[in-house]
């Protein structure tokens, strides 16, 4: 990311304006020098819509010194290249600045103009190397996993539709308890149905309506979580939802696989999560209404975190509270089916959970022109559509 100008952006924090003033005159024609006096402005410069290349910071400056502020920089601009300028010696004190503030460069000063040059092109292909790194396996990311959506949503669509669903409710509790990892936690609801791809339609069709399973069609489901983990073993980034799919039958109370002496909060928080969405979603598939299944899930206790079942409580009654009817010629993209679309004699046409997409809208449009046509109105949620596009971002992945 370079300058209006076409010159890399340079934040250099010093206390001492003039030193400041000949830095921005010996480098302008190299560099789009910003300057700031002291660490406090150096911070708040920091909060520029446009991101700084590198940060230079001077070493010894009063109440926060160069090795605080960089620390403290690091944490404001993570993908900005950091350098120090000090004239300190002792070895020690070095290696603590440059690995608090994970630094880069370190000059000692007084620096030449060609050592400053020559250090800031550093520092600059530096920052473009992590930057295109990161993009890179953003890109390969979003790339893979819209794949392996867009194929869920063919091999499997009762599993695409059920991931969709456990998707939003947790996108809704995660904005009650918020998490660090939020991407790789919404990643794990989205893709721990993938592994329904490898299910018979007959054995998916049971699990989506809630039917009673065979001893063999239950260890077909209970396979779905290998299969998944082994689908997006091959895409970088991933061990954590692939961590949290492993732990996804594991019961807050130590109880489920996989086999281990882990439990409660020790439990991966997404394994946690996932647990109860896809207990909450079964309920609901059975007709239980969104209060019911809660204080099912509630009263069952023992195999659900407290907290996370007192957040999907809140939850699904915001969820609840936007649902409302619609007509056939007011459906729109974006939309979700908050209940099952049948034809006027009753017979199934879409499951609830579905995202109103061009090609399901024109798909309900073709069935409302034949005698049969669609039962109105329709039950649908106007939340945001979040199914099928990969929430990592660039500094979490990075």
Same mark, same amino acid.
């Given at each position: 990311?370079?300058?209006?100008?076409?010159?890399?952006?340079?934040?250099?924090?010093?206390?001492?304006?003039?030193?400041?003033?000949?830095?921005?005159?010996?480098?302008?024609?190299?560099?789009?020098?910003?300057?700031?006096?002291?660490?406090?402005? &150096?911070?708040?410069?920091?909060?520029?819509?446009?991101?700084?290349?590198?940060?230079?910071?001077?070493?010894?400056?009063?109440?926060?010194? &160069?090795?605080?502020?960089?620390?403290?920089?690091?944490?404001?601009?993570?993908?900005?290249?950091? *350098?120090?300028?000090?004239?300190?010696?002792?070895?020690?004190?070095?290696?603590?600045?440059?690995?608090?503030?994970?630094?880069?460069? *370190?000059?000692?000063?007084?620096?030449?103009?060609?050592?400053?040059?020559?250090?800031?092109?550093?520092?600059?292909?530096?920052?473009?190397?992590?930057?295109?790194?990161?993009?890179?396996?953003?890109?390969?990311?979003?790339?893979?996993?819209?794949?392996?959506?867009?194929?869920?949503?063919?091999?499997?669509?009762?599993?695409?539709?059920?991931?969709?669903?456990?998707?939003?409710?947790?996108?809704?509790?995660?904005?009650?308890?918020?998490?660090?990892?939020?991407?790789?936690?919404?990643?794990?609801?989205? *893709?721990?149905?993938?592994?329904?791809?490898?299910?018979?339609?007959?054995?998916?069709?049971?699990?989506?309506?809630?039917?009673?399973?065979?001893?063999?069609?239950?260890?077909?489901?209970?396979?779905?979580?290998?299969?998944?983990?082994?689908?997006?073993?091959?895409?970088?980034?991933?061990?954590?939802?692939?961590?949290?799919?492993?732990?996804?039958?594991?019961?807050?109370? &130590?109880?489920?696989?996989?086999?281990?002496?882990?439990?409660?909060?020790?439990?991966?928080?997404?394994?946690?999560?996932?647990?109860?969405?896809?207990?909450?979603?079964?309920?609901?598939?059975?007709?239980?209404?969104?209060?019911?299944a809660v204080a099912t899930?509630?009263?069952? &206790?023992?195999?659900?975190?407290?907290?996370?079942?007192?957040?999907?409580?809140?939850?699904?009654?915001?969820?609840?509270?936007?649902?409302?009817?619609?007509?056939?010629?007011?459906?729109?993209?974006?939309?979700?089916?908050?209940?099952?679309?049948?034809?006027?004699?009753?017979?199934?046409?879409?499951?609830?959970?579905?995202e109103i997409t061009d090609?399901?809208?024109?798909?309900?449009?073709?069935?409302?022109?034949?005698?049969?046509?669609?039962?109105?109105?329709?039950?649908?949620?106007?939340?945001?559509?979040?199914?099928?596009?990969?929430?990592?971002?660039?500094?979490?992945?990075?």
């Amino acid at each position: 990311m370079t300058s209006v100008e076409g010159l890399p952006r340079i934040l250099f924090v010093d206390d001492e304006p003039h030193i400041l003033d000949a830095l921005r005159r010996q480098l302008r024609r190299e560099f789009a020098v910003e300057t700031a006096v002291g660490a406090a402005k &150096g911070l708040f410069a920091l909060r520029a819509a446009q991101p700084f290349e590198v940060i230079v910071s001077d070493y010894l400056m009063p109440g926060i010194n &160069g090795a605080q502020f960089l620390t403290a920089a690091r944490r404001a601009a993570p993908s900005a290249t950091r *350098m120090l300028l000090t004239g300190h010696t002792n070895l020690s004190d070095a290696a603590a600045v440059v690995n608090g503030g994970q630094v880069f460069r *370190m000059l000692l000063k007084p620096v030449d103009q060609d050592t400053m040059s020559a250090a800031l092109r550093d520092c600059v292909l530096q920052y473009r190397l992590v930057v295109s790194e990161r993009e890179l396996l953003e890109q390969t990311l979003r790339g893979s996993v819209k794949a392996l959506t867009d194929v869920l949503s063919l091999a499997s669509p009762s599993g695409f539709g059920r991931a969709s669903r456990m998707r939003r409710i947790a996108s809704a509790m995660l904005d009650i308890v918020g998490v660090a990892d939020r991407w790789a936690v919404e990643l794990a609801v989205e *893709m721990s149905q993938l592994g329904a791809v490898s299910l018979p339609p007959s054995v998916a069709e049971k699990l989506d309506s809630g039917d009673p399973l065979t001893g063999a069609e239950r260890a077909m489901v209970d396979q779905i979580p290998a299969v998944s983990i082994q689908l997006i073993s091959a895409i970088p980034r991933l061990a954590p939802v692939a961590e949290a799919i492993r732990y996804c039958r594991k019961g807050f109370d &130590g109880s489920g696989g996989p086999d281990d002496l882990v439990s409660g909060e020790q439990i991966p928080f997404g394994g946690r999560l996932l647990r109860l969405v896809q207990d909450h979603d079964a309920l609901m598939m059975r007709g239980l209404p969104p209060t019911a299944a809660v204080a099912t899930l509630r009263a069952d &206790g023992a195999p659900y975190d407290p907290a996370l079942v007192d957040a999907l409580a809140v939850a699904s009654m915001a969820l609840s509270d936007s649902i409302h009817g619609v007509h056939m010629a007011d459906l729109q993209t974006g939309m979700v089916l908050a209940a099952a679309v049948t034809s006027r004699s009753g017979v199934l046409l879409v499951n609830p959970g579905q995202e109103i997409t061009d090609g399901l809208l024109t798909r309900l449009r073709n069935f409302a022109a034949l005698e049969d046509g669609v039962a109105e109105p329709l039950l649908v949620q106007t939340v945001p559509a979040v199914i099928g596009g990969a929430t990592a971002d660039a500094a979490a992945i990075g």
